[in-house]
């Protein structure tokens, strides 16, 4: 299944492969959403994108999952989320998975794991090459939007959160989650290289790669002066 790039059209009758598109970009995008987000995000009817999420389960693109956490919610059964497959995805723009995978098959088997750990750093060269630059242009912006915007440029839909301990990197699509899925190196290199620009620690949570709707970073606040002297008289 693919998923053009053509201007989409807006919804009515003739029009369902375009807003059908719409829906499947919007998911994308967002992450996993309920069909009541999806509409009001899209400015459609809730029948109109239960009707395309309806072909779009048909079709073996979303799956419907439990929400993750119903504590924001009243009575009644929580509503369930859609999110994107392995086979959603390949609608996008991973048409060049098994050329890449059979490239690092053969760097794997000609020059070993440091072969291709060694590619997976320099893939991943662009975050510190870009970093600096960005932060120089917008003073305003904090580090992970910086790296937000550097990894949604280069087609990952990142965005960030802000969590009790620090902040969280959400990264929506992966261009490469097939090839990660059997070269976990892609991974790690992304994840060192944004420890390396932060200079401190972060934590992968999850990795569509391994099955998870969305890849997930936690950026840890730095401890302050006061916050080591809190630890020491407790």
């Known amino acids: 299944m693919e998923f053009d790039e053509a201007p989409l ?8 492969q375009p807003t059908r598109q719409r829906v499947a970009r919007s998911i994308l995008v967002n992450g996993p959403s309920t069909a009541a987000a999806l509409a009001e995000r899209l400015d459609l009817t809730p029948a109109a994108v239960r009707r395309h999420l309806d072909q779009l389960l048909e079709e073996g693109a979303v799956e419907a999952r439990e929400p993750r956490s119903q504590a924001t919610r009243g009575r009644g059964r929580p509503a369930k989320v859609f ?9 996008f723009d991973q048409q060049y998975d098994d050329l890449a995978v059979q490239a690092l098959r053969f760097l794997r088997e000609t020059g070993g794991d440091d072969a291709v750990r060694e590619f997976a750093t320099r893939r991943v060269a662009f975050i510190g090459e870009r970093f ?8 305003e912006l904090g580090s992970a939007e910086i790296l ?12 960030v959160r802000d969590l009790p301990i620090g902040e969280q990197l959400c990264q929506q699509h992966c261009p490469v989650s097939h090839v990660a899925h ?20 972060v934590q992968r949570l999850a990795t569509i790669a391994h099955g ?6 936690c950026i840890p606040h730095v401890p302050t002066v006061s916050d080591k002297k809190k630890e020491r008289v407790s």
């Open 182 to 201: 059997e070269f976990p190196q892609l991974c790690e290199a992304e994840t060192e290289a944004i420890s390396q620009v932060l200079g401190r620690h």
């Open 9 to 16: 059209a807006p919804e009515g009758a003739g029009h369902d």
């Open 132 to 139: 600096e630059g960005i932060r120089a242009e917008h003073p």
């Open 212 to 217: 998870d709707g969305v890849c997930t970073t």
């Open 148 to 159: 937000a915007r550097i990894f949604s440029d280069e087609g990952y839909a990142a965005s």
């Open 83 to 91: 999110a994107l497959t392995e086979s959603g995805r390949d609608g």
